[in-house]
């Protein structure tokens, strides 16, 4: 009992951090202009803090912690499944998680913030489930192709690129660098009013959720839950491993992970930020590094949790990870949408950084109150009741998911 609570709590943590680490990569699309994600002057210049702040972000946040979120899911896909013993139909229980984690996610996708990875979760945790069976090398070696197939396709759209009509290239260069007249009515739609918000949350969302979905969403999502899926059965995500392990890992992930990220963001500064060069060789050392510095992450909780860190804020944090994740969209659309302070497009990435310090501050405390006076999340505890209730399975003998 006590070594699963040890493993559940180095599952927490490694959660934890990764919802703090995807905020200063999200608060980007919360405050900006949707093209500034991707191509960042179109956000503001890159002098000085700001620049240095944005070249953080982009090596060592940007894709990594997204990485580690979505292992950690397919690890999460592993416990329900383990918990087959006495719990009846769990197919048709994960099948009923996933259609409410798609719901919700479509809520907050059209109501909220375009940026939701909850639907994207959904389909492909529904998808990938099956799958649990198998072995930790073909889960890792299915993981990888399905990730080498993000890199092809984008590879194969940046080099087709030039063969397009010109009106559609013309098309995807205005979304990629636009006008300044489309930068001043998006950033007047989202200080406006909910509804007048809707006209470009709408669009952008069903975007996510249609061709990105099928072109790397997908994928990509599907591998990192493969991936996490065999780590966790080779015990590398629960610090079951030597110490000496973790050690090695970090070092090769961050050894690896950190050039490539370097290099990716480095070649796309130096071709002003091109969006075809970004798609045939950008993306590539993306990708790579993505991987890498997410593993690197990854061994350098488990090393610091096997010598001792008891990351207790943190694991609260991982415990109420969804209820996290929401919170973060509710206090940064509040912030800086019109329904709320109306601060969209005039927070620089320094301003932007302070608040990613004080939503930090306050979703550890909240958390760990939380948690000393209740089991899960208040969305956790709702996602799952439902799902429970639908599914005919007693709340009692529910296995201790995460």
Known sequence: MAERASRITSLDALRGVGILGILPVHIQSFSMVV???????????????????????????????????????????????????????????HRRRMALLGGIGLLHAYLLWYGDMLVTFALCGALVFGLHGLPARRLLGGGALALLAVSVIAAAVGFSMPSWPEDLRAGFRAVWAPS??????????????????????????????TSQLV???????????????????????????????????????????????????????????????FMRVGTQLSYAGDLALGTGFVGLVMLLCRLGWRARAVAAVGRTALSNYLLQSVICTTIFYGHGLGLFGAVDRVGQALIVLAVWTVQLAWSAWWTRHFPAGPLEWAWRTAARGAAGVPASRAPAER
């Open 35 to 93: 093209a500034a994600r991707l191509h960042p002057t179109v956000g503001g210049d890159l002098d000085g803090a700001n620049g240095w702040i944005w070249l953080a972000t982009a090596v060592l946040a940007d894709g990594k912690f997204l990485a580690i979120f979505a292992m950690l899911f397919g690890a999460g896909l592993l416990l329900l499944a383990s918990g087959r013993e006495g719990l009846g139909d769990v197919e048709r229980l």
């Open 180 to 209: 300044p007249e489309m930068v001043a009515r998006e950033i007047a739609a989202y200080r406006g009013g909910w509804l007048g918000q809707m006209a470009y949350r709408a669009p952008e969302a069903f975007q996510i959720e």
């Open 215 to 277: 072109l790397r969403g997908l994928w990509q999502t599907s591998g990192l839950m493969l991936i996490g899926m065999g780590l966790f059965k080779l015990g590398v995500l629960t610090a079951a491993r030597s110490s000496r392990f973790y050690a090695v890992m970090t070092a090769l992930g961050f050894g690896v992970g950190l050039p490539l990220a370097w290099a990716g963001v480095a070649r796309s500064r130096a071709h002003g930020f091109d969006l075809d060069d």
